[in-house]
């Protein structure tokens, strides 16, 4: 039973770079969350997925990032022209569905998350 | 409660002790809460959570108390040991949307 994955595990791009980030959830999940981590805080909802849409997708800061997810499975979080400010660690998140509804909200399985440094 | 700025509350205890790491939650409205463990460089761990209408649970060494009347939630471990130095934190779902603390930083001493 594998967990959620995420790649890479670490990255360090210069100022300015496109970056791509990876989450694998587990299998049959139909919730997808991605989340920001900035050292000493909690953590940033940045969008949710139910299936291969995104209802929610109030918490992308700009519009460098974006994410998408296809076959109901891994999804990937883009972000363009990355700044200082981007640096943090992305986590992502999956949950099952019950009673044919997202459970969002409920118990949600986290990756390890992408360390990303932009210089 | 929650933390704001890069300085967690951290919480330091001698391997054997009990420890209770509190959370204070804003929405009144929230009905289900969960504990989070967080290991250095690794991802958030679910430890257990509890829903609003009890006010107690409990796991393996970990106890969460919740008290609605003044929107407190804790974690209580037992017999705290050096593979629980973490930091952990809560997160309180309202309607559709769940928050996160901050976290509280708990260091065991041996």
């Known amino acids: 039973g594998a967990g959620v994955s995420q790649s890479p595990s670490n990255k360090v791009t210069e100022k300015g770079k496109d970056v791509e980030l990876r989450c694998d959830p587990i299998?049959?999940?139909?919730?997808l969350y991605w989340y920001r981590q900035s050292l000493g805080q909690g953590l940033e909802f940045l969008i949710y997925f139910q299936g291969n849409s995104a209802p929610d997708k109030s918490g992308l800061p700009s519009d460098r990032f974006s994410a998408e997810r296809t076959g109901g499975s891994v999804s990937t979080l883009t972000i363009q022209r990355t700044q200082q400010e981007d640096s943090a660690v992305y986590l992502c998140a999956s949950s099952p569905e019950s009673n044919g509804f997202p459970n969002r909200g409920e118990t949600q399985y986290f990756g390890p998350g992408t360390r990303l440094l932009v210089l | 409660g929650e933390s704001v700025g890069l300085h967690l509350p951290t919480l330091s205890v001698q391997e054997g002790d009990n420890s209770i790491i509190n959370c204070a939650y804003s929405?009144?409205?929230?009905?289900?809460f969960i504990w989070y463990k967080q290991e250095s460089g690794k991802g958030p761990q679910f430890i257990i959570d509890i829903r609003s209408n009890m006010d107690k649970r409990q796991g393996q060494r970990v106890t969460v108390l919740l008290n609605k009347t003044v929107k407190h939630l804790s974690l209580q471990i037992a017999a705290t040991q050096p593979g629980d130095s973490a930091v952990y934190f809560c997160?309180?779902?309202?309607?559709?949307?769940?928050?996160f603390g901050a976290g509280t930083r708990l260091t065991v001493k041996p």
């Open positions: 299998s049959g999940h139909t919730a």
């Open positions: 929405n009144s409205a929230s009905d289900y």
């Open positions: 997160a309180e779902r309202g309607g559709l949307d769940m928050r």
